[in-house]
């Protein structure tokens, strides 16, 4: 339980961490009477049903016993121990949850028959699978690109929890560190939105079956809906990232994350196969550090209202560039796999390379359209007055 002592300072520094436990401890360590801490009610939640989660009162009878976890009033910096892994844990819930959608949606096209395609004008044809249909292929690659883009950035990224702890060099484990400080907003926001859209996708595929209990693509989307939510917001997430995760240790992180997608693009420009996917990546990223310069300077000056004002937005656009590059590397390996692997993979590595084309020739993009807002410090947001709702 997080709470403050009678003493406490005001604000989150006075905030301290106690164990307050259902039955009380006798000398001994046997289990004494029960505590003075009682169970409220139950939250009826959207999704995570399984889950039970509930209100609870504390010393109704003034008789609750705490106790206190370390020191007093340090609470917040007690729990963040646990929080970072935490974050990539609630972003690894929603790749999986979108993950599910996904493979359901995606065997559900393969057997569905449903229409015919556009030039096939006999109506004593044949329906085909809806998997024929250009436009469910496409909901489809957006969320294999979505899901398996995600899946590799929080697979990386628990490889940077191990190495921050075993890595053989004392170099290496800060190296780990500092990007996975860099990443963490990333890791928890990124899938728990856009897992989160393929949710949405995969029942949009099964049509009005997926609006219904019989199939549980809607169950998948209501469990993920709380991921954006819990362990910190997305827009939370998004000012942690801009206005504190980006400068943290002088920049070490970023120039960490910025040298690692030089070098993947470097590599990738020796396959003419690659062009298309590397040249906007690289344009993106040459837009978005021309984009972070300039908000640092604004925070560096003092204008931290306004540099933070469309952090949400920010967070996208660096969370498209750091996937975008999972997926450079991913077509890396894909066609390494197609020029050295066995030829019974060749279909597994094509579908990666087209996964890859698409986030990299779609979505990457578009977010043009966001860094120019970001560039020209748009106020829209900022400047709305409460009482103009």
């Known amino acids: 339980v997080l709470a403050k002592l009678p003493d406490a300072p005001p604000g989150v520094k006075g905030i301290s961490l106690f164990i307050v436990p259902k039955f009380l401890v006798n000398?001994?360590?046997?289990?004494?009477?029960?505590?003075?801490?009682?169970?409220?009610?139950?939250?009826?939640?959207?999704?995570?049903?399984?889950?039970?989660?509930?209100?609870?009162?504390?010393?109704?009878?003034?008789?609750?016993?705490?106790?206190?976890?370390?020191?007093?009033?340090?609470?917040?910096?007690?729990?963040?121990?646990?929080?970072?892994?935490?974050?990539?844990?609630?972003?690894?819930?929603?790749?999986?949850?979108?993950?599910?959608?996904?493979?359901?949606?995606?065997?559900?096209?393969?057997?569905?028959?449903q229409g015919r395609l556009p030039d096939g004008k006999d109506p004593a044809s044949a329906q085909v699978p809806i998997i024929e249909h250009t436009d469910v292929r496409r909901m489809l690659l957006m969320q294999k690109a979505y899901v398996e883009g995600a899946f590799d950035l929080g697979l990386y990224s628990a490889r940077l929890v191990?190495?921050?702890?075993?890595?053989?060099?004392?170099?290496?484990?800060?190296?780990?560190?500092?990007?996975?400080?860099?990443?963490?907003?990333?890791?928890?926001s990124w899938p728990s939105e856009f897992c989160l859209k393929a949710n949405e996708l995969a029942i949009q595929i099964l049509g009005g079956h997926g609006y219904t209990r019989e199939y549980p693509v809607e169950q998948y989307y209501r469990d993920n809906r709380l991921n954006p939510i819990h362990e910190g917001t997305h827009g939370i997430q998004s000012l942690d990232l801009l206005g504190r995760k980006?400068?943290?240790?002088?920049?070490?992180?970023?120039?960490?994350?910025?040298?690692?997608?030089?070098?993947?693009?470097?590599?990738?420009?020796?396959?003419?196969?690659?062009?298309?996917?590397?040249?906007?990546?690289?344009?993106?990223?040459a837009r978005l550090t021309s984009v972070t310069q300039a908000l640092l300077g604004d925070l560096a000056a003092g204008k931290v209202n306004q540099a933070l004002a469309n952090s949400a937005l920010y967070l996208k656009v660096f969370g498209h560039a750091v996937i975008g590059w999972r997926w450079l590397e991913q077509a890396l390996r894909a066609e390494r796999g197609l020029a050295e692997g066995n030829p019974a993979d060749a279909d597994f590595y094509r579908g990666k390379l087209q996964a890859a084309r698409y986030f990299l020739t779609w979505e990457v993009p578009a977010c043009a359209h966001?860094?120019?807002?970001?560039?020209?410090?748009?106020d829209t947001c900022l400047t709305m007055q409460d009482a103009w709702f």
Not at 370 to 378: F, G, K, Q, S, V
Request: aromatic share 6%; hydrophobic share 40%.
């Open 27 to 113: 000398d001994d360590g046997s289990l004494g009477e029960r505590n003075d801490v009682l169970l409220a009610g139950l939250f009826h939640k959207m999704g995570w049903r399984g889950t039970t989660s509930t209100a609870l009162n504390f010393g109704d009878n003034g008789n609750c016993v705490g106790y206190l976890v370390g020191e007093p009033h340090k609470g917040l910096a007690y729990m963040f121990q646990m929080m970072n892994e935490a974050r990539i844990g609630v972003g690894m819930g929603a790749i999986m949850l979108g993950y599910a959608g996904y493979l359901y949606s995606l065997n559900y096209a393969r057997e569905r028959p």
């Open 162 to 188: 191990d190495d921050e702890h075993s890595a053989e060099s004392e170099e290496e484990r800060r190296n780990a560190s500092e990007l996975l400080d860099l990443l963490t907003p990333i890791v928890k």
């Open 246 to 285: 980006l400068m943290q240790n002088k920049g070490a992180g970023l120039r960490q994350l910025l040298g690692l997608i030089q070098a993947s693009c470097a590599r990738a420009a020796e396959y003419d196969s690659l062009t298309a996917l590397r040249q906007p990546l690289e344009q993106h990223i």
């Open 370 to 378: 966001e860094l120019a807002i970001l560039d020209a410090r748009d």
